[in-house]
């Protein structure tokens, strides 16, 4: 059972254009984070929401956690070819599952010159 | 701050050989957990150490066991390796407590286990 459904899948794109990957739940996460990934590596976190409704800005991505803690959103304006990469979402379940985290099957993205 | 460290980057085994594979945390971080990545499956949890104790675990059969060490570093052991557990093995480690359940957790650069 896949808690985390993230879409899409896959995302080509050319230079300057917007995008957005949506993460879903039916379980509410006391924190979500995203991670960026390169081939041969491992992943890189970019941010932690924690709070319903939050809302995050690291340059021109923008990251937003649902008001009931069970979705979020990456948007990246702008979109260069240094974003290329897999953008993984996973959620902190919190509690006794405290070092547990789980993972979104991962957007591929590609961005074009 | 030194990151995350993970050896042997690359590993070719047989089936039916058991490996080790080792993790050094983050200094400081007394949470280590550990994940299989593949295509098929996407990222998932193995099990998770905090000050020496198995805290959590995945839905892994008993071929896959770790430890951890007084120091935090963590090994992980797949024992009878079959074709299937061919995947890139990545260990995270953490703080291990936060408040709100809040879980940073920062990767390794991973094993690339290859079974033939």
């Known amino acids: 059972t896949q808690l985390l459904e993230q879409s899409p899948q896959f995302l080509s794109i050319q230079e300057g254009e917007n995008l957005t990957v949506y993460c879903n739940s039916s379980s509410v996460f006391s924190s979500l984070q995203w991670y960026r990934q390169e081939p041969g590596e491992g992943p890189v976190l970019l941010v932690t929401?924690?709070?319903?409704?939050e809302v995050k800005k690291l340059k021109r991505l923008t990251f937003q956690f649902g008001d009931a803690r069970k979705d979020s959103s990456l948007h990246i304006t702008a979109a260069q070819p240094g974003d290329t990469g897999l953008y993984l979402c996973a959620g902190a379940l919190g509690g006794t599952s405290y070092g547990k985290l789980t993972f979104g099957q991962g957007t591929i993205l590609t961005v074009h010159p | 701050k030194a990151g995350v460290t993970q050896t042997p980057r690359y590993l070719i085994k047989t089936r039916g050989q058991q490996v080790t594979l080792s993790c050094s945390p983050i200094s400081g971080h007394r949470s280590v957990s550990w994940y299989q990545q593949t295509p098929g499956q996407g990222l998932q949890f193995l099990f998770e150490y905090f000050s020496e104790t198995q805290r959590n675990k995945g839905n892994f059969p008993g071929r896959f066991s770790g430890r951890q060490f007084s120091n935090s570093r963590s090994e992980m052991n797949v024992s009878t390796l079959e074709l299937g557990d061919s995947a890139l093995y990545l260990c995270?480690?953490?703080?291990?407590?936060?408040?709100?359940?809040?879980?940073?957790?920062?990767f390794g650069p991973g094993t690339r286990l290859t079974v033939t």
């Open positions: 929401v924690v709070t319903g409704g």
């Open positions: 995270a480690s953490s703080l291990g407590f936060g408040r709100r359940g809040i879980n940073e957790q920062y």
